[in-house]
Structures are given as structure tokens and as C-alpha cells.
């Protein structure tokens, strides 16, 4: 089973890539692939980079895919739709996805469900459960993400289980 970590941040290393990390640790184990797209620079603009096309196609084929932003605007990154834009419809994704978006209150706790898990899925993931709110100030606190792990991470176990 392949993990992979999608984090859409304008900042590197940025608490939500820690706050990502860590959902893919309770998931799944150390993730695979660590994408922190602030780290590609000009790259993630050329859609001819022969690196940012190879981690296309690495996230792609990922069986279980934490794509994971900062709430802007009640929505998810721009720096994130470019790297998503890259995903053909309907095929661009052949596994689990999970929304996760951080944000500074609790006004925004629908962001994942309404921005991001659309496009995920339009792109070819499976989204079990819902998407996933944590406010920032709670990223790296265990209990904040217990009640989500609760009910969604026996359907992410069962449907990876179930995989050839």
C-alpha cells in the first residue's frame, strides 16, 4: 500500500503539513510520498517539468492520498488547484482521498466538504467519510482529530483492506 501527502501550504513545513503527517500516521503508517508543494517553486507553473509530472502520476497511483490545505477564503489553496489541475477527469486519482483543511475558526469547518471534496472526486479519488476540519491552533493536538478518526478510519481500513 502506497501513502501519499499532498499539502497545499504557501509556506514550507508548515503546520499543515505536520497536521497532514500526522493523519496519515493514524492511518496508514509513515506516508510514502510527502509532496509540500511551496517546496516546487516556478515548477508547479510548468506543466512540461518532467518532476512535477512523475509526482503527478506517483499521487495518482497512491492508494490513499491526504490532500490537505489551509482554509483561504473559505476554500482551499490557489497553489493547490494548480497542482490538482494537473489530474485528468474522472482517472486522475485511482485511490482513497481524504480532505483535510486547517483553518483559524470554526466558521470554515464545511470547507472540506464543499471545496475540496468535490474536485477530489471529479478527479477520479474515492472520499470516504467526511472531510476533515482541525483549527489551527489544535494541529498538533491528538484529541482534535479522535472524533473524525473514530468514525472514518475503520471505512479507510476496510477499503484498503479489500484492495487487490
Do not use: C
Amino acid at each position: 500500500m502506497t501513502t501519499a501527502i499532498v499539502v497545499g501550504n504557501p509556506k514550507p513545513n508548515s503546520r499543515t503539513l505536520a497536521a497532514a503527517t500526522h493523519l496519515a500516521t493514524e492511518l496508514a503508517g509513515a506516508p510514502d510520498l510527502v509532496i509540500d508543494l511551496a517546496t516546487l517553486g516556478p515548477a508547479i507553473l510548468d506543466w512540461a517539468d518532467p518532476d512535477v509530472t512523475d509526482l503527478v502520476k506517483q499521487v495518482g497511483a497512491a492508494d490513499l492520498v491526504i490532500v490537505a490545505s489551509p482554509t483561504y477564503k473559505g476554500a482551499y489553496t490557489g497553489l493547490l488547484k494548480l497542482f490538482l489541475d494537473r489530474f485528468a477527469g474522472g482517472t486522475g486519482l485511482s485511490g482513497l482521498a481524504v480532505p483535510l483543511m486547517l483553518g483559524g475558526s470554526p466558521a470554515h469547518s464545511l470547507a472540506p466538504e464543499l471545496t475540496l471534496r468535490p474536485i477530489l472526486t471529479e478527479i477520479g479519488a474515492t472520499v470516504p467519510g467526511r472531510g476533515l476540519y482541525v483549527l489551527d491552533s489544535q494541529h498538533d493536538d491528538p484529541p482534535a482529530y479522535a472524533d473524525w478518526l473514530s468514525a472514518t478510519a475503520p471505512l479507510i481500513t476496510t477499503y484498503l483492506n479489500g484492495r487487490p
